[in-house]
């Protein structure tokens, strides 16, 4: 029925006007015949299970009410639209449009007629079949206007309806976060009281819905590992400071902006998981958790790192920053000697420091998607001896390091979306080993053209520097002869006293 809703434009409200109550009426007659499906009985299509199953509070008797209400409207102007019948197609319109116009036209130039010839009686039929054709013209123009003011009243009620549903939504929310407020915090209160009597090594308040953290949570003593992650954790509180003990923390998954410096109290810290907040700096304070064996900072909105992250946290192995929006590694990363994963893909950076190749240790490298920003890497970037899965795809690398041959444990490598020269498409799709061949061919290369280089302008300057040996020797015979010439003339005793 062209009345009825499309529920692929109209979810809700097609939902919510097919539970309306039916005034149809039915004849005797037709109960031998099996009726017409009748949206306006309780729905159950498909498209029904299916919105139920999507926005579950439909099925709540309230927020139906309310969403019947606000649509009474509709339903209106749907039993009008009913009566009238369905919109006419654009063509009739378009028709009936000109031959209004043409109609028009010709009643103007009939009563032009009239008021000139006085022959009213002769056109009298003519006008009332014209005046018959302008009225049908007219409830066609009239039904399409009808139907386009209601397409645009389903536009409008599908967004009250929404707007009803999303409301009751939140206010479901807010419920179950209360009641789930009041379990947590008798939860909270119970691990409080157990520790206060008790050795507690564990606690695993993750998924909680927790908005705040007790200062009493700083109390715990011999506290090892806590699970904060997956709340609504905007603040970790400084009494945390408190866990000599604690060797792992995970806060992730929550809504932190900072964090406290007294983290850096935690000496015995082992692993912290900071992932998923939204943390825009790290303290520097962090650096004195010197135990700290993993270190995971992803998709938060870091800038930078701090200064002496490296200096420090010597015994880091693994420390994952991906999805932030790093532009550079402090010079200092080159003193995690210990670090073997490092992921930083979808960062900013637009470079490695010179130091970075002193990561021996290093096994697991991860430069992916820093797309515009990074264009090159060290040159000794072979020296990363212990390197075995490398992905450098979606940067702008032109050639990779003329040491790249010597990383002789690369097992992985993806240099995908990359604009690579060096080492040509084809040798990369041969794999890693074939890349590292052509690298090592190419270096052998060129140290030999170095060599050979460095051979020839050694000779030059040998050559060179007998040259000016030669002409120094030269130009001191000339100056002694040029001297010996230029004096007055040699007079011998002994031939004069013979003379």
Not at 304 to 325: A, C, M, R, S
Not at 365 to 379: I, Q, R, T
Not at 412 to 424: C, D, I, T
Request: charged letters at 25%.
């Amino acid at each position: 029925m062209a009345a009825e809703p499309n529920p692929k434009n109209f979810p809700v409200l097609s939902y919510v006007l097919a539970r309306l109550p039916s005034f149809t009426t039915k004849s005797p007659s037709s109960s031998a015949v099996p009726p017409p499906f009748d949206i306006e009985q309780p729905p159950s299509s498909s498209h029904s299970m299916e919105i139920v199953t999507q926005m579950p509070q439909l099925t709540q008797p309230d927020v139906i009410a309310s969403m019947t209400s606000a649509i009474t409207d509709v339903a209106e102007t749907r039993s009008i639209l009913r009566t009238l019948g369905p919109r006419p197609d654009h063509e009739s319109v378009d028709k009936a449009r000109a031959k209004l116009s043409e109609i028009e036209s010709s009643l103007s130039e009939s009563f032009e007629d009239i008021a000139l010839t006085d022959a009213a009686g002769k056109d009298e039929k003519r006008r009332l079949e014209m005046d018959q054709e302008k009225t049908w013209c007219e409830s066609v123009l009239k039904l399409d206007e009808v139907h386009a003011s209601y397409e645009k009243l389903l536009k409008e009620a599908e967004e009250r309806l929404v707007r009803i549903y999303e409301s009751a939504e939140k206010n479901a929310a807010e419920d179950e976060d209360n009641v789930a407020a009041v379990e947590v915090n008798e939860e909270v209160v119970g691990i409080l009281q157990h520790a206060s009597a008790n050795p507690v090594d564990r606690v695993d308040l993750s998924g909680r819905k927790l908005r705040l953290l007790p200062e009493a949570f700083g109390r715990i003593q011999g506290l090892l590992v806590l699970n904060l992650s997956n709340n609504k954790l905007e603040a970790i509180p400084d009494s945390i400071a408190g866990l000599h003990s604690l060797v792992e923390l995970d806060v992730s998954t929550n809504s932190l902006e900072t964090l406290p410096d007294s983290i850096g109290l935690l000496s015995k810290l082992k692993v912290l998981n900071v992932s998923t907040n939204k943390l825009s700096v790290l303290p520097d304070s962090i650096c004195r958790c010197g135990s700290l064996v993993i270190l995971d900072v992803s998709f938060n909105r870091l800038t930078y790192l701090p200064t002496n992250i490296g200096l420090d946290l010597v015994n880091l192995e693994k420390l994952l920053i991906q999805y932030n929006k790093i532009r550079s590694f402090p010079t200092s990363i080159g003193e995690m000697r210990s670090l073997k994963h490092l992921d930083a893909h979808f960062n900013e950076l637009h470079g490695l420091p010179d130091t970075f190749v002193l990561l021996a240790n290093l096994e697991y490298l991860n430069l992916s998607s820093n797309f515009s920003d990074l264009k090159d890497l060290p040159a000794p970037f072979g020296d990363l001896i212990s390197l075995q899965e490398l992905d450098l795809s979606n940067n702008q690398i032109h050639a990779l390091p003329d040491s790249f041959g010597t990383l002789e444990r690369l097992t992985k490598l993806n240099v995908e979306q990359n604009p690579l020269v060096v080492p040509p498409k084809e040798v990369v799709k041969e794999g890693v080993e074939a890349v590292k061949k052509y690298m090592g061919q190419r270096r052998i290369r060129m140290l030999e053209e170095e060599e050979k280089m460095k051979m020839e302008k050694e000779m030059e300057q040998a050559n060179a520097g007998w040259l000016t040996r030669t002409t120094s020797k030269l130009k001191t015979y000339v100056a002694d002869v040029s001297e010996y010439l230029g004096s007055p003339t040699f007079r011998d005793p002994y031939l004069e006293r013979e003379l």
